[in-house]
């Protein structure tokens, strides 16, 4: 049943995943996902509209949707779990800062998310390393991001930083916010990668030009 249930979501088919849902509870796939994180991450907008006009979504689904007033009335109803994880292993500001929310991303940290927490999925790592990833977070969002988090050379197990992270991206506005909070573009990864390489990787040239 569950499979069917994603099979729909994958064919963005709202209106046979809303009459199959009727009745149902949480469901959620091998990976941890629910149905809406599901969606969400791969772009099925239909579903993705459907699931969240049916309320209730959990504080990682608002913070990864973007929606401030149901972070707002998850974090009044259960505080706590601004440090818990998804099932599929990211805390809320993670999924607010990897998918670009301005807004969710500061009420968060307003709240007291902890910018330090790793993330436990595919591989370790900080909301600051996400908003790298994701390219997506403004500029004020993400500088806040930077002061809650500390030590910006912070690096995942590979040895990344996330100067590294948004160089690779050819992400500007976060090397400009790194570089100015004293990231060091001399630090390499485990096998020997600096920032300037992995811009250069990926045809950020002028970026790489600024690392080296």
């Not at 809650?148 to 050819?170: C, E, F, P, Y």
Request: charged residues 20%; hydrophobic residues 50%.
């Amino acid at each position: 049943m569950s499979a069917d249930l994603f099979a729909l979501a994958d064919a963005d088919d709202a209106d046979a995943l809303a009459a199959a849902l009727k009745g149902a509870g949480p469901v959620i796939n091998e990976g941890g996902e629910t149905l809406f994180l599901y969606s969400l991450y791969r772009g099925k907008a239909k579903c993705v509209a459907m699931l969240a006009a049916r309320g209730n979504l959990t504080l990682h689904e608002a913070a990864a949707s973007g929606d401030i007033a149901q972070v707002d009335a998850c974090l009044k109803q259960a505080p706590w779990a601004i440090q818990a994880l998804s099932a599929d292993g990211w805390p809320a500001l993670h999924l607010a800062a990897f998918l670009g929310h301005d807004g969710v991303v500061v009420r968060l940290l307003e709240r007291g998310a902890p910018a330090g927490q790793w993330s436990r999925a595919f591989e370790p790592n900080l909301a600051l390393h996400a908003a790298c990833a994701g390219r997506r977070l403004g500029r004020e969002a993400f500088s806040r991001l930077i002061v809650a988090t500390g030590d910006v050379d912070r690096t995942q197990k590979s040895g990344h930083t996330a100067l590294m992270i948004a160089a690779g991206n050819g992400f500007v506005e976060a090397v400009d916010a790194l570089l100015g909070a004293g990231a060091d573009p001399r630090r390499k990864t485990n096998d020997g990668n600096a920032a300037a390489d992995f811009a250069r990787e990926r045809g950020h040239e002028a970026l790489a030009g600024r690392l080296a």
